[in-house]
């Protein structure tokens, strides 16, 4: 037996008792006639008193994060630690067994307020692990998964697992590709998301589908996406319609951030916000509701305005209240931002509406009397708030607008604290144009759109809408769904008009295309991203520091040392020959 009781569940009631220990040395406190050993495992922190002589020098021996065992005998401290749950006891150690040794010099210091480069920290991840912060992260994702999975099974979910080799579809992601051994020259792709299963499901008579599904995108990293797999909450319901979906969604989501926060969190039903409102409102179709300004059109107010900056172009406005206040210096840092090679604005304009009535600053001179009447009225100015103008075409306008937006929202410090506050974006445009000016698909080729077949025959597509959606907390997009495609007429329209024939169809999507020729029920469904929800409840700003095994900024393995060269046998076992010239 390796240990009676775990590190962090002594207590004073356990006083005279024998106990044996087992865990990781934290720290060695060497003070001549006593040794004090501050013993870890996953339960909590227990101090170990060393004061026989011969276990005092073998114990001198002992290395920092090396995994001994101990029994001893617990006893009230004297000096009592009101920090730590343990702190009214210690143990005084009868034997120690050191049962993993460590080395004497580690790459970096464990559980330390010390910045530590995140690449070594990747290399060696199973001693970051051991760090408590990082450590609490991977255990709450499991209690967050557990807990999902309870409510899914109280809704009468079925938890039904689909194929990881599956065949390359149109996602919006490049897919990861397996070549086929028995079949020379053809290959798998890893699923960017177990979409076409899910249907296949419906079609196939379950009544409503969920699993952590694992998800695999070649797609580039970010704080808030790990490069190439994730997970999500996949579910699909039969016979359902997008209030069925977001009823589902309005039930699990709230729950589970409930039980794993303190913070206020919204109950639906959320907020629902049209794409094209979003995207004049906010300028992002994943707006942080928890900041208070709203983009302004002003376009028709400046129409007749001098100022050649603003002549022909969309121009919107930021208000910010009391922004007056900040001196010259704010308003050239976030022009310098705006104009940056992040965001690309040719110029941010910008004034000030003194407490005086005067208006300052930037481009004061251009605001007319009748300018500024129109400002007070319209969109309600006061006197000390300030004004930040972006002109340029509509989409470009709208983008810069929102990037501003969310930077005067974290300078300012207005961001709503303790909160999570969720909305659904709905009524995503079908289609749109792609860089090289054709038809795309414009979200999930697989939707349904608003109007149906009728929509798609006699609409402009850039104007047909689609029962699309996507649920949005605190700026991060944290669930995307549709009402689907269930009929082949309709699926076979909406892809011809995104450049597809009927055999592209029937030969990329057979799957579907065949069987939604035997019976295919109404069926609709989403899919929250489980890796989001943790890194919102956990409050972490990197999505690495949720998951046990991350990759990279550059999509590596630094402790597998993965993706990897491999032998040319194994490249001829699955007919590859490389071609590395640039």
């Not at 209240?321 to 210096?329: I, L, V």
């Not at 022009?335 to 604005?345: D, H, K």
């Not at 306008?397 to 909305?423: H, M, P, S, T």
């Amino acid at each position: 037996m390796y240990r009676t009781k775990t590190c962090g569940e002594l207590t004073i009631k356990n006083v005279g008792e024998q106990v044996e220990l087992s865990g990781w040395i934290q720290k060695i406190r060497n003070l001549g006639g006593m040794i004090f050993i501050d013993l870890r495992d996953e339960f909590g922190i227990t101090q170990i008193v060393v004061n026989d002589e011969k276990l005092q020098e073998f114990a001198k021996e002992l290395h920092s994060e090396s995994c001994i065992h101990i029994n001893g005998k617990i006893v009230e401290r004297t000096s009592k630690n009101n920090k730590l749950p343990t702190g009214e006891i210690e143990v005084i150690a009868n034997d120690i067994e050191v049962l993993g040794k460590c080395k004497n010099i580690l790459p970096f210091e464990i559980n330390t307020d010390q910045e530590v480069r995140e690449d070594l920290r990747l290399e060696y991840r199973f001693l970051d692990l051991r760090n408590e912060k990082l450590h609490n992260n991977i255990l709450l994702r499991s209690k967050i998964l557990k807990t999902l999975r309870d409510k899914m099974d109280e809704l009468e979910f079925t938890e039904i697992q689909t194929p990881i080799l599956a065949n390359s579809s149109p996602e919006g992601a490049r897919d990861y590709l397996v070549p086929s051994r028995l079949n020379p020259g053809e290959f798998y792709a890893l699923p960017q998301a177990p979409q076409q299963f899910k249907q296949l499901l419906m079609v196939g008579g379950f009544n409503k589908y969920y699993q952590i599904a694992p998800c695999f995108r070649d797609e580039d990293p970010r704080a808030d996406r790990a490069p190439g797999e994730f997970y999500q909450l996949d579910f699909e319901m039969s016979f359902a319609t997008q209030e069925d979906v977001f009823k589902v969604i309005e039930d699990v989501v709230p729950y589970t951030f409930e039980k794993f926060t303190n913070w206020k969190v919204d109950k639906g039903p959320f907020v629902r916000i049209p794409y094209k409102e979003a995207m004049e409102k906010y300028g992002i179709d994943k707006p942080d509701l928890r900041n208070p300004l709203i983009i302004q059109d002003v376009t028709e107010i400046f129409k007749d305005s001098e100022f050649n900056a603003f002549k022909d172009k969309t121009i919107k406005a930021i208000v910010v209240p009391n922004g007056a206040e900040q001196g010259r210096k704010f308003f050239d840092k976030m022009v310098e931002y705006a104009t940056s090679e992040e965001v690309g604005a040719k110029g941010l304009a910008w004034t000030k509406f003194e407490r005086t009535g005067e208006i300052t600053g930037g481009i004061a001179k251009f605001i007319t009397q009748n300018i500024k009447e129109e400002l007070e009225k319209k969109y309600n100015v006061q006197k000390n708030d300030s004004i930040f103008f972006i002109a340029d075409e509509l989409k470009n306008a709208q983008k810069i607008a929102g990037l501003v937006r969310i930077e005067l929202g974290r300078r300012l410090d207005l961001l709503e604290k303790d909160v999570y506050r969720f909305c659904f974006i709905v009524d995503f445009p079908m289609y749109e144009l792609s860089d090289e000016g054709t038809i795309d698909f414009s979200h999930n080729p697989f939707s349904m759109p608003q109007g149906g077949l009728k929509a798609l025959q006699e609409e402009n597509p850039l104007e047909i809408l689609a029962y699309q959606y996507d649920l949005v907390c605190n700026g991060y997009e944290m669930a995307s769904g549709a009402v689907r495609n269930h009929n082949p007429e309709i699926m076979i329209k909406a892809f011809e008009i995104a450049g597809y024939t009927e055999e592209d169809v029937k030969s990329r999507f057979g799957a579907l295309y065949n069987a939604f020729q035997y019976g295919t029920p109404p069926h609709a469904g989403a899919a929250p991203g489980v890796d989001r929800m943790v890194m919102l409840i956990a409050n972490s700003q990197n999505i690495r520091e949720i998951i046990a095994f991350p990759k990279n900024k550059k999509a590596r393995d630094l402790l597998m040392r993965a993706p990897s060269n491999v032998s040319e046998q194994q490249l001829k076992d699955v007919h590859i020959k490389l071609d590395l010239k640039d």
